[in-house]
């Protein structure tokens, strides 16, 4: 394919609301008289799109109609410095940009804003690149500098995503494509959640062609994707307690070795679960697009674009509970000191061996209608209108819910002890017996979770250009959007976790034995003896049936069918911008953009929430909250911003230019952030409670952005360019957490049974023994039924707070504008050809800094900026006539995550990653072409640490994926 069609088609590509930004790109780039093809052809156009934009864009062109480089289209944006990705199931799902995370980066479908929907991230802005397949996309582009015509939104960028359209390419185009996937992981899994294949199918097609003399074209595109996969976690999945000082906390006074001095911080683990992840996912695309151009001054576009991303999981997992009682460690240096190794000593030997297991699905759809109409009345004018109709719906797509736990258990461990002195956290146990009859494996709680998310966005825009002289341009517009977020779910638990029957109700049978060490080979300290290396899988729904039977109580054991926690959330923006376009005829050419943006928002937020009665304390840790009927809650915000911005560009030579850039920028808040009401989570533990709650008056984070950068574009294929950037970021929303006593509500713990049993000779941390004591002498009274025994000789009931019991606290978690902070950075390019060798290569660099870090010394709650890293991207291709090659190394450094864990303020730091990707190409002729693809060739496993890398939070295994396919074109 021709250069000069490339590129042309690319600007052609452009909605119309990004058109004339472009238009001196696309004459620029008309003139070009280099024939390339494919990757070559791909990677031109992209530098072209850098060269010739205004401002500092950088983005990715297909290498023909409907033929991207990535089968993933953040995995594309990767390959752009400063942009870095998160991996969900083995690909890549959101982007952070020069330091910015996935909430900060406004993504366009064709000029327009996309409501997002994702069950896993509690409804942040972030949108997912996994809903939408790479087949009808024929250009992304980067903007990281603002301009008063772009609407607001990114902070690290905005990302616009282009699809084909038929005007773009008059006459008839036609391809079919299909695909055979093998992903290694799912071989990597117990049977239980194994996928019967590791081999799936992916098919995709298009067509595209203009009538009446090109007054009146249609493109349809489709593809369906089917892929199964697996992979293994190792985490420490409820976080660490503490820190504490060294002469505070639950660490006895003698059993440890090093153990942390007066003054040095330390911190134990609540838990350690090994899990087994088989997913099945089915993601289906489709866009249809209409063109209609009446007389040639105006052009009119109808079109219509779904997608349906179906996710399938099961699981199971073996894990052991600690807590905090009498114990021996070891303990690293310095400070934070963290375990080397940690034994709980239990010589009861009747505590938990936990062994779990869910089965559930999710179908996540979104429907985008849009209209738009360019109208040029003369060759100084041009006026637009586009408008569109777009929703995101996430909800669970199986009869067990959006999400599920049924817990089992053999009650026959011992002395427990977790080695975390390698990568992977080695768990050992004393005294394991599934084969006893009272210590055979038996269901104990359960959790059924329907969960529902829904986005809508209604947006108009009309735009106007106006040529005042014949170097000027004045642009201005009027911009309205309705965006309107609902997030609701209610849980169906029974904290049933001394066991919910007996164990004499599950036939042996139902209980698969298998092996821990497998399934993690690939992480060091996976093959040490002292792992506990047996445990038992079982069929969700075969031992789900057994026990809602046994129980007599199958209700249970299903979600419900409505919500009890609600949440709406409706923000109404308006919007107008003015911007001035000047060529300056000065000794080295200077192009300016000059432009102001008015952005007024209010935000109304309604929340149903179920409002709190009592604490139940009902099995050996869990204190389950009993809830009342719930209430509605409703508060409002507002706010309004004047966005300034100036771009500005010089030619120092033909083939070398310099840029400067000011402008401020708005990211609004998560909208979980700004729910309102406040939930208390269900379990409440021994030292108190958790919840959340929103702020719909939180401001949104404002930035003022520096930016330069230096271009030499010294060959018709090749570029360096080096590049500053500086943001000051004020109002930026951190999660808080402040202790409250929510409805006032008593816990047993604390209270005058409790300091009874205490001095009657029970261990503080033996909440058994304490049970035992209470049930057995306070029967019939005072908030005591005692319900029986269980299979150990332990007496099963409940214990409900009573007025004279402490007031319990909770640790209710919500969001605020915090400090102010800046961040800077330093990008490099460099793409070069090797004359007409058929070889290539492209790599970049991206260096970010700030100094709002988190301190791992700190105690409490601490704000800093989440995913700022370094990254980097190495790209070799080679391409003749009838073979091409590509090899991308992309790495990412490591980068703060979160601030919290399962166990309260800690560090979530994701260590360092990089993954070979490999690609090769076969033209067989003009029409037929065949393509071999690898993702994470070389098997890269993914770890996470707290304050120290002994600190474990998880560490992840998976797996290479394979692809082999054609495409024929018509």
Not at 121 to 131: E, I, K, P, S, V
Not at 229 to 254: D, E, F, I
Not at 813 to 829: C, H, I, P, R, Y
């Amino acid at each position: 394919m021709s250069l000069a069609v490339a590129s042309a088609c690319a600007a052609a590509a452009l909605p119309a609301a990004a058109q004339d930004s472009q238009v001196k790109a696309a004459e620029d780039t008309a003139v070009q008289s280099v024939v390339v093809t494919g990757l070559r052809a791909s990677l031109f156009s992209s530098m072209n799109l850098k060269r010739n934009s205004d401002g500092i864009v950088d983005g990715i062109v297909a290498e023909d109609i409907g033929k991207f480089p990535d089968t993933n289209l953040a995995e594309s944006l990767q390959r752009i410095s400063g942009v870095s990705i998160d991996r969900s199931i083995g690909e890549g799902s959101k982007i952070t940009v020069r330091g910015v995370g996935p909430d900060f980066n406004l993504v366009l479908l064709n000029g327009r804003q996309m409501p997002t929907s994702n069950l896993g991230d509690l409804n942040g802005r972030a949108f997912d690149f996994a809903n939408l397949a790479s087949e009808a996309i024929s250009q992304l582009q980067v903007y990281k500098t603002s301009r008063a015509e772009n609407a607001t939104g990114g902070i690290g960028a905005t990302v616009n995503v282009l699809t084909a359209r038929p005007f773009d390419r008059p006459g008839l185009h036609a391809s079919v494509g299909a695909k055979g996937v093998y992903d290694t992981s799912n071989n990597n899994l117990p049977g239980d959640v194994k996928a019967s294949s590791s081999g799936t199918p992916e098919v995709s097609g298009l067509y595209s062609d203009t009538f009446a003399n090109n007054t009146f074209g249609v493109a349809l595109t489709g593809s369906y994707q089917e892929r199964n996969l697996g992979y293994n976690t190792a985490a420490v999945a409820n976080g660490w307690k503490g820190p504490w000082l060294g002469n505070a906390g639950p660490l006895p006074a003698s059993g440890a070795t090093n153990r942390p001095g007066p003054t040095d911080l330390y911190s134990l683990p609540q838990n350690l679960n090994y899990n087994f992840n088989g997913v099945k996912r089915q993601r289906t695309n489709a866009q249809l697009t209409l063109q209609y151009k009446p007389v040639e001054t105006l052009t009119t576009t109808l079109d219509y674009t779904y997608s349906e991303n179906k996710i399938q999981t099961r699981r199971n997992d073996v894990s052991a509970w600690f807590n905090f009682g009498d114990s021996t460690s070891a303990w690293t240096g310095g400070s934070p000191r963290s375990p080397l190794s940690y034994t709980e000593i239990l010589p009861a030997g009747n505590s938990d061996i936990a062994m779990g297991a869910a089965d559930f699905a999710t179908k996540t759809q979104n429907k985008s209608l849009g209209f738009n109409a360019v109208w040029k009345p003369s060759s100084t004018l041009r006026f637009e209108l586009d408008t569109h109709h777009s929703t995101a719906t996430s909800g669970a797509d199986s009869p067990f819910g959006s999400s599920n736990t049924l817990a089992t258990a053999s009650f026959s461990r011992g002395n427990t002890t977790v080695d975390f002195s390698k990568d992977f956290p080695v768990l050992s146990i004393q005294g394991a017996d599934f084969v006893s009859d009272a210590k055979r494996q038996q269901v104990t709680g359960s959790v059924f979770t329907n969960a529902y998310m829904r986005g809508e966005v209604d947006q108009h825009q009309v735009k106007g250009a106006w040529k005042v002289l014949d170097a000027s341009e004045l642009k201005f517009g009027l911009n309205y959007t309705k965006v309107d977020n609902r997030s609701a779910f209610s849980n169906n638990q029974r904290d049933t976790w001394g066991g919910a029957t007996k164990p004499s109700d599950y036939p042996s049978s139902v209980w698969h034995q298998e092996s821990v060490r497998p399934y993690f080979d690939k992480i060091d300290g996976s093959g040490s003896p002292a792992l506990f290396n047996q445990f038992y899988t079982f069929n969700f729904d075969q031992v789900r049936q057994l026990v809602a039977k046994a129980s007599g109580l199958p209700e249970m054991y299903l979600p419900k069918n409505t919500f009890d926690n609600d949440a709406r959330t409706g923000e109404k923006s308006k919007a107008a911008f003015l911007q001035f376009n000047t060529d300056w005829d000065t000794a080295l050419p200077i192009r300016t953009a000059v432009g102001v943006r008015y952005e007024k928002t209010d935000v109304v937020s309604t929340a149903l929430v179920p409002s709190a009665k009592a604490i139940n304390w009902g099995s050996q840790n869990e204190f389950p909250i009993e809830f009342g009927a719930p209430t509605f809650t409703t508060l409002t915000g507002s706010y309004h911003h004047l966005l300034p911005s100036f771009d500005s560009d010089i030619e120092l030579t033909p083939e070398q230019k310099v840029r400067f850039s000011l402008g401020e920028t708005i990211g609004r808040p998560r909208y979980d952030q700004i729910q309102g009401g406040q939930t208390l989570d269900r379990l409440v533990r021994v030292d108190g409670g958790t919840g959340s709650q929103g702020n719909p008056a939180l401001k949104p984070v404002k930035s003022k952005n520096l930016d330069l950068s230096y271009e030499w574009y010294y060959g018709k294929q090749n570029f360096i360019s080096l590049g500053y950037f500086r943001k000051n970021l004020e109002n930026y929303a951190g999660q808080t957490q402040i202790d409250a006593t929510p409805f006032n509500l008593h816990t047993p713990v604390g209270g005058a049974f409790w300091n009874e049993a205490l001095a009657n000779g029970c261990a503080k941390a033996d909440t058994t023994c304490i049970r035992n004591f209470i049930l057995r002498k306070y029967n019939g009274g005072n908030g005591v039924t005692m319900t029986g025994t269980d299979a150990n000789g332990n007496a099963t009931g409940s214990i409900v707070g009573q007025p004279n019991d402490p007031v319990a606290h909770f640790r209710i978690t919500s969001f605020s504008n915090q400090k102010k902070a800046s961040l800077d950075g330093l990008e490099v390019n460099l793409q070069h050809m090797f004359g007409e060798s058929g070889f290539g290569v492209s790599t970049n660099y991206t260096y970010v800094n700030s100094g709002l870090k988190y301190d791992d010394n700190k105690v409490g709650e601490q704000f800093a900026l989440v995913g700022l890293s370094n990254s980097a991207n190495l790209v070799g291709i080679y391409e003749d006539k009838k073979f091409n090659a590509r090899v991308a190394y992309n790495w990412r450094g490591k980068f703060l995550s979160s601030t919290f864990d399962g166990g309260g303020p800690n560090p979530q730091y994701v260590e360092a990653y990089g993954q070979v990707d490999v690609s090769l190409g076969y033209q067989y002729n003009d029409k037929l072409s065949f393509q071999l693809e690898a993702i994470n060739l070389t098997d890269e496993i993914q770890r996470v640490h707290s304050r120290t890398k002994q600190q474990l939070e998880s560490v992840t295994q998976a797996g290479p994926r394979y692809m082999i396919g054609m495409r024929y074109k018509f």
